[in-house]
């Protein structure tokens, strides 16, 4: 076997290397969603340029085989402190870790790849991180509605949907002036936290879901608060009209819930319930019983 | 909303995510226009995948509407725009496009100091890596059916430079009081052929075609998914040749070109396709 082989070459785009440190990594997981990646940057480049030296841009294309990751390394080209990185041998929510492992800055804002933040919002989270160097808190900020109010400040931590949390608005959050407070949970559409302090995902996470409360209890069991920061407002593309090439299956949701219910010694039975309420006593079971099945791989 | 200053206007052929980002990105970041305008979406493939999230977010953004319209498919739909906006200026943007801070401020501030003006105002194309192309030069692209090679004046480079003339530009974003549109050809269809055109329309109603520098503008190129409509040279030379017709120009640079592209032989077969209506 000889290096100058082609059939041994990777069909799909060779990750970046690394950048220099930085303050700030500002990163996403992207799934066959280049029009997401696109605006969500470049509104970054454009509208908040006052950060564009702080920070480095990376994405984990967690779907490198397909046409969208010749596009999203193409950027490399055009968008200064912009990493690629493809992720192939695990798909799913989770790997949002990799933007933790593969980041050069001090601190990582990890964002999905279809989010707008509000004009200013960004330059509000680095100088409120320069002020708290060893913040071990998990940062967050108000979802806006497609009005452009504030949608949500937080999960409250209850079932819904197959769901563990459900959005809810804090008064508090509403005035983008106003001083952070704790929070028990929020989506994950937007999230920042010093890299040092970063307790990170179960690597066995797999699939889409089920992040939300056990990235949070984490953050809390090792001395850190969950923060609503209510300047740092984002915009979530939630429609996707012509679907979307991953699978989001209630399997792979109950078995992240088992999961992180066993890492964090919790009994599982609220997952049980909610789950039967939702699917069905007899589908709740086949998945429970498919997920503690011993893996071979 | 009742007499918008502006209409800011897209036609949209299945690209939600384009539409989302775009009309969202002005709404966000542009604050400072929202009690001037309307947002106009010509929805062209109705019943394809996008309409319904589309139209959703009429009950979202108040001065929004979403109208669908399939009877003929391309970009010369855009006339629609003219038609049913009820801003005193319509800008007409591609549904894939950002505007820098300040841009659309400023073109609402121009437009009311001109407030009888005849003249197409365009902008300084930002590429993805910040370079500039102000305008296209009326020249045969070579290898491909296109008039137009991207270019950049000088005088485009500074965002408080005066405004210029430029020869054509292309068509991702471009305002004109809504009076003095002096409209695409209706036969036109599918997909390019009206830029060159518009500009000499524009030029013999004797108005101007202007790169106003602020009005910059940030075009999504890239489709790696591909895009959902066909567009064919079919087509494109058809309108090139029906925009000749209109302004009586000679084709023969047209078809001189295309034969330059693909050959004498294939540029036969390809005139006749078109002349035969096929």
Not at chain 1, 17 to 29: D, E, K, Q, S, V
Not at chain 1, 201 to 212: D, K
Not at chain 2, 138 to 152: C, D, I, N, Q
Request: net charge negative.
């Amino acid at each position: 076997m000889h290096s100058s082989d082609k059939s041994i070459e990777p069909a799909w785009p060779e990750a970046s290397p690394r950048n220099a440190p930085c303050f700030l990594t500002i990163g996403m997981a992207t799934c066959d969603d280049y029009d997401g990646c696109y605006f969500t940057i470049q509104a970054i480049r454009l509208y908040h340029p006052e950060i564009l030296d702080d920070v480095e841009l990376l994405i984990v294309d967690n779907n490198s085989s397909l046409p969208c990751a010749e596009a999203l390394k193409d950027l490399e080209n055009s968008v200064p402190n912009f990493r690629y990185i493809p992720h192939r041998s695990r798909q799913g929510t989770a790997v949002r870790d990799l933007v933790f492992r593969h980041a050069a800055g001090e601190w990582v804002l990890c964002v999905d790849s279809h989010v707008y933040f509000a004009s200013g919002a960004l330059a509000r989270l680095v100088d409120y991180c320069r002020g708290r160097p060893d913040s071990i808190d998990l940062l967050q900020g108000p979802l806006l509605g497609d009005d452009l109010r504030p949608m949500a400040t937080h999960f409250e931590p209850l079932w819904s949907h197959a769901m563990y949390g459900i959005w809810a608005l804090d008064d508090r959050g509403e005035d983008a002036a106003s001083a952070p407070f704790e929070i028990p949970m929020q989506g994950l559409g937007a999230f920042a936290c010093r890299r040092a302090a970063w307790p990170g995902f179960n690597p066995r996470l797999a699939g889409f879901g089920g992040e939300e409360g056990y990235i949070h209890e984490k953050i809390r069991r090792a001395g850190g608060r969950n923060m609503c920061l209510p300047f740092l407002r984002w915009m979530h593309r939630f429609e996707r009209p012509r679907g979307v090439s991953y699978p989001a299956t209630y399997d792979d949701r109950i078995r992240n819930y088992l999961l992180i219910y066993d890492e964090l010694g919790l009994d599982p039975q609220p997952v049980i319930d909610h789950f039967t309420e939702f699917i069905g006593e007899a589908e709740t079971q086949r998945l429970v019983a498919a997920a503690r099945r011993p893996s071979v791989t | 909303m009742s007499n918008p200053f502006l209409t800011i206007g897209m036609s949209v052929y299945d690209d939600y995510d384009g539409f989302y980002f775009t009309v969202q990105a002005i709404r966000l970041y542009h604050p400072e226009i929202a009690d001037e305008v309307e947002f106009l979406a010509i929805d062209n493939n109705p019943g394809g995948p996008c309409g319904r999230a589309m139209k959703n977010l009429e009950h979202w953004a108040p001065n929004f509407r979403c109208i669908e319209y399939g009877e003929r498919r391309g970009t010369a739909v855009r006339d629609i725009l003219f038609r049913e906006g009820s801003g005193e200026f319509v800008l007409c943007v591609d549904c894939h496009v950002l505007f820098p801070p300040g841009a659309l401020g400023r073109l609402i501030a121009w437009c009311r100091a001109n407030p009888q003006t005849r003249d197409l105002l365009q902008g300084p194309l930002l590429h993805d890596d910040l370079n500039l192309s102000t305008h296209l030069e009326p020249r045969w692209w070579p290898g491909h059916l296109f008039f137009g090679e991207w270019a950049t004046d000088n005088r485009g480079l500074d965002l408080d430079a005066p405004p210029f003339e430029v020869p054509m530009q292309g068509l991702g974003a471009f305002a004109c009081r809504r009076a003095a549109w002096p409209g695409f050809n209706p036969g036109f269809s599918g997909f390019g052929g009206e830029e060159g055109y518009i500009h000499e329309k524009i030029r013999r109603a004797g108005g101007r075609v202007l790169c106003l520098p602020f009005l910059r503008w940030m075009h999504r190129f890239a489709r790696p998914d591909g895009i959902p409509f066909a567009p064919t040279w079919q087509d494109r030379l058809r309108n090139y040749l029906i925009g000749h017709h209109e302004l009586g120009l000679d084709p023969a640079p047209v078809i001189a070109h295309l034969e330059e592209c693909i050959g004498k032989e294939q540029a036969r077969i390809l005139l006749n396709a078109v002349r035969s209506g096929a």
